[in-house]
């Protein structure tokens, strides 16, 4: 009787993350248009690249939006992160052409990851205006954050404004997350820290300037390097807290 009565009250939940899954698909669909679009644009040529990548992501958070969100809307917030996805997946236009990272176009993709950078302090706030806010998307904006922060680090290293080194700047927490593998006490919760965000912030924004075509070696490189010392710095704060708990 107690399954019974679990499943009949988990049943309007699934109902409602189903609806917000099509809102999802459909809207990744209009993204994945746009992206094209400004994929060609910026290229000069018809690349399917960034909309397959972001294709792909688009559908994993999908599957775990059907799994954890409970509400029957997907809500503005989680609509901008996912277009905050779509304009990450448009990195990868450069990080395979790094030539682009000069002159005009250069700036132009200077310009879009400083709109992607821009749009990341919004979805919070929509979301706790719209009484949406929980778990499930501060984890989904956080992934699209590291996803990015990711592929800005590619996009820097291949430019030349760094070294190969710099890629540790945008692969700190998958560092993290790997070796939360063998080390489980690592994967317990910490608790909240306005230090980690202003990190982030300084670690996504460091990586958006250097891709400016202007900013160039040994300043990138003490840039990029600063901000990496300080990303290590915040982790070994977090790793030394749990360390402290096990």
Excluded at 67 to 72: F, G, I, L
Excluded at 131 to 159: N, Y
Excluded at 212 to 238: N, R
Aim: glycine share 8%.
């Amino acid at each position: 009787m107690s399954i019974l009565l679990q499943q009949a009250h988990n049943a309007p939940a699934q109902a409602g993350s189903r609806a917000a899954a099509v809102s999802m698909f459909l809207l990744s669909l209009s993204f994945a248009v746009v992206l094209f679009g400004l994929s060609w644009w910026l290229a000069g040529t018809r690349t399917l690249l960034p909309v397959v990548c972001f294709g792909l992501g688009a559908a994993v958070s999908g599957v775990f939006l059907i799994r954890y969100w409970p509400a029957r809307r997907l809500g503005y917030a989680n609509a901008l992160t996912l277009a905050r996805l779509a304009l990450s997946a448009l990195m990868l236009v450069p990080l395979a052409d790094p030539r682009l990272t000069e002159g005009a176009t250069g700036w132009m993709v200077f310009c879009l990851a400083l709109v992607t950078l821009s749009l990341d302090g919004l979805d919070g706030p929509l979301a706790r205006r719209s009484g949406l806010a929980g778990p499930w998307g501060a984890r989904f904006d956080m992934e699209v954050d590291s996803i990015f922060a990711l592929l800005l680090a590619g996009v820097v290293w291949r430019s030349g404004a760094a070294g190969s080194w710099v890629l540790l700047l945008g692969s700190l927490r998958y560092v993290f997350v790997a070796a939360s593998w063998a080390l489980p006490w690592l994967d317990r919760p910490l608790p909240q820290r306005f230090r980690r965000k202003l990190v982030c912030v300084v670690q996504i924004g460091t990586l958006v300037a250097l891709i400016a075509p202007i900013v160039q070696p040994p300043y990138s490189w003490i840039a990029a390097a600063v901000a990496l010392a300080l990303l290590a710095w915040s982790f070994a704060v977090d790793v030394i807290w749990l360390a402290r708990r096990r």
